[in-house]
């Protein structure tokens, strides 16, 4: 199956809007996505950070629900979606 590309801030909205979807998720205020190099040395892509409301470090409770969201998630539209680098 064919990957749809997108730019970094498209990307990064659709993460969101899933993340946003999950229990736990609701008070996420922003996703940050980041090309990484791939094993065979082709550009894709991470999540590499969550802020959400009221953020209270790793030690949250809430931490659990999120670090699962964002691996749900990246799993997800990785499957669908490559990161368009130009």
């Known amino acids: 199956m064919r990957k749809v590309s997108l730019f970094k801030r498209e990307l990064e909205q659709a993460a969101l809007v899933e993340i ?31 802020r959400r409301n009221g953020d209270r470090g790793p030690a949250d409770p809430a931490q659990r629900d999120l670090d699962r969201a964002v691996t749900a998630t990246h799993k997800k539209l990785r499957q669908v979606y490559a990161l368009r680098i130009t």
């Open 20 to 50: 946003r979807a999950l229990y736990g998720c609701e008070g996420v205020t922003s996703v940050t996505v980041d090309p990484v190099a791939d094993a065979f040395c082709d550009f894709n892509w991470e999540i590499t950070a969550v």
